[in-house]
């Protein structure tokens, strides 16, 4: 590997990240197809999950740096951030929690990659996060307007 080219992504991230995608695809379609409130709040439930998941990487990450003072607080705050907002929007009916949560997907991978250039993670990490994000914030707000 040489120094300018990047480390391939792992062919279990790619596997497992391209499968993930599919409750998002699946319950959308649901939707479109048949219309189904079970359907949504399925929806919601995974998409919190997820949300809650891509800032649970930052715990990781902070528990491996072993950052101090504000810097700790910065990451190890943020890391729980996402779940709590993920808990909140199962608190709303399905038809609000669902663009709520594309919203918090997309703030996240904003977040994701402004902490990158402070933050030591491998350069496959942002670009399967942004076509996840993409697959899943698409598909929730597709949702949404069935």
Do not use: K
Not at 33 to 55: C, K, M, N, Q, T
Not at 78 to 98: D, G, I, R, T, Y
Not at 117 to 145: C, N, Q
């Amino acid at each position: 590997m040489t120094a300018d080219r990047p480390a391939p992504m792992p062919l279990p991230a790619l596997v497992f990240g391209a499968g993930g995608l599919l409750p998002f695809l699946g319950l959308a379609a649901l939707q479109w197809v048949v219309e189904d409130p079970r359907g949504l709040s399925l929806l919601a439930a995974y998409g919190a999950v997820i949300l809650a998941f891509v800032g649970a990487l930052h715990w990781g990450y902070a528990v491996r740096d072993a950052p101090r003072g504000a810097e700790a607080w910065l990451r190890y705050g943020w890391s729980v951030l996402p779940a709590l907002a993920a808990w909140s929007c199962l608190a709303l009916p399905p038809p609000s929690a669902v663009p709520l949560l594309a919203a918090g997907l997309v703030v996240s991978l904003l977040v994701d990659e402004a902490l990158a250039r402070r933050v030591d993670t491998p350069a496959w990490l942002l670009r399967l996060r942004r076509w996840r994000t993409a697959g899943g914030a698409a598909s929730l707000l597709v949702a949404a307007l069935a």
